[in-house]
């Protein structure tokens, strides 16, 4: 399989940009992917907030299974705090501004007895497409940030102003090498990695046998695997959807993407892929 590696020029550029604002911002909100908040946790985005606050906001907690909880527990446990959410529903926006109530509470006490209250500002950070734009929108209550679901969406920096806080919405960075590519691979699945320069092919046929060591009754109950290579697991899926060329030949090409699609709309039920020594291994390494 060829090696993942994704860090263009303009991710050199916006982290030049987040260190030269991070010093009037009051704390971080660190945007993970739930279903992998591991592969899209960028140590350097962490080293890069030093003694500051951080939140970490799991989204698209929807698609991800119970065992994401145990992982939003260890990074709460770390020097912050973690929430559980789905920017899409509208209820989230009380969970994350709560616990960012919390985070500035005693500080806030401090600024009101002599006399000031502070806003404070919060710079949005994450690897692309786990959806900064979409929570900072959620908060604002407005599209105030622009969002896709392509990686790479973000590019400029903006200040966006709320009732109590600003926030910093800030471009998708990754780290500059993936030192660990099964974690990049959740990214890639995920669709935090551009699929322009992916090989389809390969991230198709590790997605289903991951997903077979994981989750077999899935794949059984949605495209009758029981089992075999992952070529043979993708010609399921060929059969299951009707993706047959002339001549009876399997059309390969649309049964990759309709899993990797399956993937991330969440049409497999609700999956978790890292584990919690994936997680141990981002802040002890």
């Not at 501004?97 to 500080?107: G, N, Q, W």
């Not at 109590?164 to 800030?170: A, I, K, S, Y």
């Not at 090498?177 to 995920?190: D, G, I, K, W």
């Amino acid at each position: 399989m060829k090696t993942i590696q994704w860090f263009p020029g303009h991710m050199t550029k916006a982290m030049r940009m987040m260190e030269e604002a991070l010093p009037a911002a009051d704390g971080i909100i660190y945007v993970l992917d739930a279903r992998c908040p591991a592969a899209s946790f960028n140590p350097k985005l962490l080293k890069m907030s030093k003694s500051k606050p951080v939140l970490y906001v799991l989204n698209k907690s929807d698609l991800a299974d119970g065992r994401a909880d145990g992982l939003a527990k260890i990074m709460a446990g770390e020097n912050g705090a973690a929430v559980k959410i789905n920017a899409a529903n509208a209820s989230s926006k009380k969970t994350i501004l709560s616990a960012l109530d919390k985070l500035v509470a005693e500080k806030r006490e401090r600024n009101l007895q002599k006399g000031y209250n502070k806003t404070f500002r919060f710079m949005v950070v994450g690897v692309p497409n786990t959806g900064k734009s979409t929570v900072i929108n959620l908060l604002a209550g407005a599209k105030r940030a622009v969002t896709g679901d392509k990686a790479g969406v973000t590019r400029g920096k903006q200040w966006i102003r709320l009732d109590g806080f600003e926030l910093l919405d800030t471009p998708g960075t990754m780290p500059p090498a993936f030192e660990n590519q099964r974690l990049a691979l959740h990214l890639a699945y995920v669709g935090s990695i551009n699929d322009d320069i992916l090989d389809l092919d390969d991230i198709s046929l590790a997605l289903l046998e991951e997903l077979y060591e994981k989750y077999p009754a899935r794949l059984e109950e949605r495209y009758g695997i029981s089992g075999g290579t992952p070529l043979e697991m993708l010609e399921c899926v060929a059969k299951k959807r009707g993706f047959i060329l002339r001549g009876g030949e399997y059309d390969y090409e649309r049964a990759e993407r309709a899993v990797i699609d399956d993937f991330r709309k969440g049409r497999l039920g609700a999956i978790t892929l890292d584990t919690v020594e994936d997680l141990r291994g981002c802040f002890n390494g």
